[in-house]
């Protein structure tokens, strides 16, 4: 699951429009770890939950069982 936050945390930075130096002035998650997640890296729990609120996500559990 960590690696789709990631990866959406991925799409959200390339298409803000905002450098990484910018994001991380706003956030004050350091340029390297955005760098790293850029690259195909990872982060630490706190560093995507810091992004996510950044770009206004949240994570919400699907639903199990039929549509309805």
């Known amino acids: 699951m960590l690696y789709m936050i990631i990866e959406e945390i991925r799409k959200q930075i390339k298409t803000s429009g905002k450098s990484l130096n910018q994001i991380g002035r706003d956030t004050g998650v350091d340029k ?35 549509a309805r």
Do not use: V
Not at 45 to 56: N, S, V
């Open 32 to 66: 390297a770890a955005l760098s790293r997640i850029m690259n195909g890296g990872s982060c630490k729990a706190e560093t995507a939950d810091i992004l996510l609120k950044y770009f206004g996500l949240t994570i919400a559990k699907k639903r199990k069982g039929k």
